[in-house]
């Protein structure tokens, strides 16, 4: 035992001087790389992007290795996230990475401001495991058109996709630019020792305290995207049947093993019994009309451990003691990771379902009689990563977005709102801190720095001690021309 831990111990220290070496390496080069021009950086995103396309089926079998997710549900949840945020970082870097002009107050005038974006220097990205390639990448492929040196340390849950992520990435980058870190929380703590510029974190909430914390005592900025359960709200006037469709779609993709994932379900009473019979039929149309076919179905994902599993298995258990009922679903394989989709229904605020993000194939039905106690049930908790509404009715979509907080949101579908790159993603207290995408991941792990230049004319000059009479009448002056 006692040389087993000295071996071990050997090991940490001969990773953290690697760790500490890769950083100081980044730290020597980051000058270069923030210096490079639009042209340089939509390079890289093109080599970047050819070898994602090349190696497409590489990274297909890594991921059904680690999940047995199918390859189609790899090209449209992995794969075109990341080579479509790539093509509009290649359309917009030009405009983006230009300094721009801002208006001049009167008080200033002779002088001309501006907005530059400058590189934040070397950042570091921890991403989670549930969509391993898309969550480490999307973000990189920010910190590239933003000019930085980037330090990446995939999920350790996912080792085939951790293992190929490591390929690609040194065959694609020089370590002193870009480099990937592979191992445990070990080797996580040691890098949130370095004093890095930026840190963004994809995870839970509790992990995204201590990332904050260690964050904290270099000063270094953060963003994190976090989680927390999304609710949906479906009103009298919803079409049941597209409701059902999407919401099938959006929770039980990926097992549910997604951030925006639906996580509970508050629908107008009346339309419960309806709403269930319409969800069972698009479950059995999608992946099977009993639980043997559901099961050998090779489109519908595995869990990503048998810890994960039996934690979603005490939840249900626990939740149909206190009088939740299965309405379809509920079937486990421990050995195959196995969770079949499921809809609970007599769910309760009170049931233990509800005390945390489910993060797996189970959709509590609550319902409600008057829109007013879904907005309570959601003002209730804390402020998640997603918000869906599935509504005709103009009037109670806008009290919904008025009376509640989200992330971001979806009316009469879900999830979708990641693939504009238009929109900022990002959560909000509980949730996360920060957002990305398009510009807004550019601006990111950007900093903006103001820039004043003055020219000849200098009204400043006026306000220059001593403060005779005359100097302060005209303070006066500008003070009641400003305050109006």
């Given at each position: ?63 059904h290795d680690d999940f047995k997710k199918n390859p189609g549900e790899v090209d449209v949840t992995e794969v075109f996230p990341v080579v479509a945020e790539i093509g509009h970082a290649i359309r917009h870097l030009s405009g983006w990475m230009k300094p721009h002009r801002v208006k001049t107050p009167f008080v200033l005038f002779g002088t001309r401001s501006e907005v530059r974006y400058e590189p934040k220097g070397v950042v570091l990205i921890l991403s989670p495991w549930n969509y391993p390639f898309q969550l480490l990448l999307s973000p990189l492929v920010a910190a590239i058109v933003a000019g930085n040196c980037a330090i990446l340390k995939p999920s350790a849950k996912v080792p085939q996709t951790s293992a190929f992520l490591k390929r ?317």
């Amino acid at each position: 035992m006692e040389q087993a831990a000295v071996r071990s111990a050997r090991q940490n220290e001969g990773a953290e001087r690697l760790i500490r070496n890769i950083f100081e390496k980044q730290q020597a080069n980051r000058w270069r790389v923030s210096g490079t021009t639009a042209v340089e950086r939509i390079e890289k995103l093109k080599k970047l992007k050819e070898a994602i396309l090349s190696r497409q089926g590489e990274l297909q079998q890594a991921i059904h290795d680690d999940f047995k997710k199918n390859p189609g549900e790899v090209d449209v949840t992995e794969v075109f996230p990341v080579v479509a945020e790539i093509g509009h970082a290649i359309r917009h870097l030009s405009g983006w990475m230009k300094p721009h002009r801002v208006k001049t107050p009167f008080v200033l005038f002779g002088t001309r401001s501006e907005v530059r974006y400058e590189p934040k220097g070397v950042v570091l990205i921890l991403s989670p495991w549930n969509y391993p390639f898309q969550l480490l990448l999307s973000p990189l492929v920010a910190a590239i058109v933003a000019g930085n040196c980037a330090i990446l340390k995939p999920s350790a849950k996912v080792p085939q996709t951790s293992a190929f992520l490591k390929r690609l990435i040194t065959d694609l980058f020089p370590e002193d630019e870009i480099a990937l870190i592979e191992g445990g929380h070990d080797m996580a703590d040691a890098l949130l020792e370095l004093p890095f510029d930026h840190i963004f974190f994809t995870g839970s909430p509790p992990i995204g305290r201590r990332v904050m914390g260690a964050a904290a005592k270099n000063l270094a900025s953060v963003t994190l995207e976090l989680g927390g359960k999304s609710p949906v709200i479906v009103d009298e006037t919803a079409d049941l049947k597209k409701t059902a469709e999407r919401l099938v779609w959006g929770k039980f993709i990926n097992a549910g093993q997604t951030c925006v994932a639906p996580d509970y379900l508050l629908i107008d009473k009346r339309l419960e019994a309806d709403f269930i019979r319409e969800a069972k039929s698009v479950i059995e149309s999608r992946y099977g009309k009993d639980d043997a076919s559901q099961e050998a179905s090779g489109d519908f994902c595995r869990l990503v451990t048998r810890e994960h599993l039996q934690h979603l298995k005490s939840l249900l258990d626990a939740s149909v003691q206190a009088g939740a009922r299965i309405e379809t679903g509920g079937k486990i394989n421990s050995e195959g990771r196995y969770l079949s989709p499921t809809l609970l229904s007599n769910v309760r605020q009170s049931t233990p379902i509800m005390r945390e993000e489910i993060f797996g194939p189970i959709l509590p039905i609550l319902t409600f009689e008057r829109l007013e106690e879904a907005i309570q049930a959601v003002q209730s908790r804390p402020k998640p990563l997603a918000l869906y509404i599935f509504s005709k009715n103009s009037g109670n979509i806008e009290q919904i977005l008025r009376t509640t907080s989200a992330g971001g949101t979806c009316v009469n579908s879900l999830i979708i709102h990641l693939a504009n790159a238009d929109l900022p993603f990002g959560g909000i207290g509980e949730s996360g801190m920060g957002n990305y995408h398009g510009f807004y991941g550019f601006k990111t792990f950007s900093h903006e720095r103001a820039v004043l230049r003055q020219g000849r004319i200098d009204i400043l000059r006026f306000f220059y001690p001593p403060y005779t009479r005359s100097v302060r009448a005209i303070i006066r002056l500008a003070t009641k021309f400003f305050a109006r």
